[in-house]
């Protein structure tokens, strides 16, 4: 994996903060305090924040590799939002 970054103080990879920006773009994300709850990170994120924590998560626990994890955060993102 390649090196993290800090984001809005969030520590995050480049793959997961690309992929953050697409989904935040393609599914009109706004930056709310909603989608923290349903990815279950911690409230005091902001929705975008939240998203990258989550994606990175997903890499870190291997529930999703770099090639697939917009596929992956995808379904997963439909499978929470009404």
Known sequence: ?????????????????????????????????????LLKINRCFDDHQALRLWLQRLLDDGLAQVDDLAIQARARLMNLIP
């Open 1 to 37: 994996m390649n090196s993290k970054s800090f984001f809005g103080g969030v520590v995050i990879s480049h793959e997961a903060d690309a992929v953050a920006r697409e989904l935040i773009h393609e599914l009109h994300i706004p930056k709310l305090h909603n989608l923290a709850f």
